[in-house]
Nanobody
């Protein structure tokens, strides 16, 4: 099966930076898409950034501040977060869209990492 694990969350002051990591492992033929979502208490889970082999996309509120990237092996995705604001506070989740060795498509979610930005 396929698993993803997030790391890098923590407490930071407004204006600071954090770098989140998401590592995928398991029965993987290819990783077709990786994305970061976030969910604040009482709010829906929203897409923050996504990356494929050729494209990246961001929600408007993080453009110019956040950068999503992948390593050359395409098994790890990063979210570099700069100029953090209190409204960025949320649990950040990684999602991988993967093709297994048996050529089955899967969506796999990590368990989340908490980012808290103080004012």
């Amino acid at each position: 099966q396929v698993h993803v694990v997030e790391s890098g969350g923590g407490l930071v002051q407004a204006g600071g930076s954090l770098r989140l990591s998401c590592a995928a492992s398991g029965n993987i033929f290819s990783i077709d898409l990786m994305a970061w979502y976030r969910q604040a208490p009482g709010k829906q889970r929203d897409l923050v950034a996504g990356i494929t082999s050729i494209t990246t996309d961001y929600v408007d509120s993080v453009k110019g501040r956040f950068t999503i990237s992948r390593d050359n092996a395409e098994n790890t995705v990063y979210l570099q977060m700069n100029s953090l604001k209190p409204e960025d506070t949320a649990v950040y989740y990684c999602k991988a869209v993967a093709t297994t060795l048996q050529r089955r498509a899967l969506e796999v979610w990590g368990q989340g990492t908490l980012v808290t930005v103080s004012s």
